[in-house]
């Protein structure tokens, strides 16, 4: 028995350091998603599990897969920049109507582009 002991322990440690740690830089990426991982992160390794290593390693699979999916901080800026450069449905009805109102439109030609523009939504 007392050769069996240092032998579990050393398996255990052997198969715990081939575990190890998610492999994730979130220096670059966005913040929401990179506390979103972590969140789950925390979540998938908390509570009793009956196989912790096997756990662990799922753990820090889906931690690894989730980071690859985060989009960066340049991404987001574009994303949000574009987002606000494009003026939305309502703004351009009212652009529309404007036209209509100052005569530099018909009223066919009003009611088709609000249609065009109800349908976009």
Not at 75 to 82: D, G, P, Q, T
Not at 88 to 105: P, Q, Y
């Amino acid at each position: 028995m007392k050769k069996i002991t240092p032998l579990i322990s050393t398996l255990v440690f052997l198969l715990s350091a081939c575990v190890g740690a998610p492999k994730v830089d979130f220096a670059n990426t966005d913040s929401v998603c990179a506390q979103q991982c972590s969140a789950n992160h925390t979540s998938c390794m908390s509570g009793f599990k009956l196989f912790p290593l096997a756990n662990e390693s799922s753990c820090k699979t889906a931690m690894e897969t989730c980071a690859q999916t985060c989009p960066t901080k340049a991404e987001v800026a574009i994303s949000s920049k574009l987002k606000s450069s494009q003026p939305s449905i309502s703004e351009r009805l009212k652009d529309v109507d404007a036209l209509l109102k100052d005569g530099l439109i018909s009223k066919s030609e009003h009611e088709a582009k609000r249609q065009e523009l109800l349908k976009a939504m």
